[in-house]
């Protein structure tokens, strides 16, 4: 863990998370047993929080590209009319596209790869309503997300 913290730059006091790019998946998927790890993976370090500091969550890759934390900087410039989270946050199922709403109806399984843009579809649906809140939601706050999403 202190090799990571040492090639990203990451005190002591910041809170991160790594994931590493699954190629069934296509996707960077959250690791959680560091020991598990194949030689030479590609990995991703995610900032989740910094104590002590006013901080914007910032993703960065190995590659050392800043764009990620450039553009939370500009998304944050421009979404400062955000209003507290909701005590229950209500999944806009209304606002689903029609192709998704026919695959939820037959229970089609979101989570297998081939369905990766009906799912795409669905996030960015709840990504639109939870950006209205706060640009990156705690655990917490994705835990109600998740649930507004089963009990629609």
Known sequence: MQAIRNRFGITDETEF??????????????????MQLAHKTKLR???????????????????GSQTAAEEQLTHDKHSDARSQWPMKFDFPAEKLP???REA?????????????????????TLCDEAVKYQSHPDHSQKV????????K
């Open 17 to 34: 998370q790594i994931q590493y790019y699954d190629t069934e998946w296509e996707s960077y998927v959250d690791v959680e047993d560091y």
């Open 45 to 63: 370090c995610n900032v989740l929080s910094t104590i002590h500091s006013v901080s914007t969550p910032v993703a960065q890759n190995l590659s």
């Open 144 to 151: 109600d997300m998740a649930k507004s999403i089963i009990l």
């Open 98 to 100: 029609s192709q998704v």
């Open 104 to 124: 939820l109806d037959k229970q089609v399984n979101l989570c297998h790869p081939k369905n990766r843009y009906l799912r795409g579809l669905l996030l960015h």
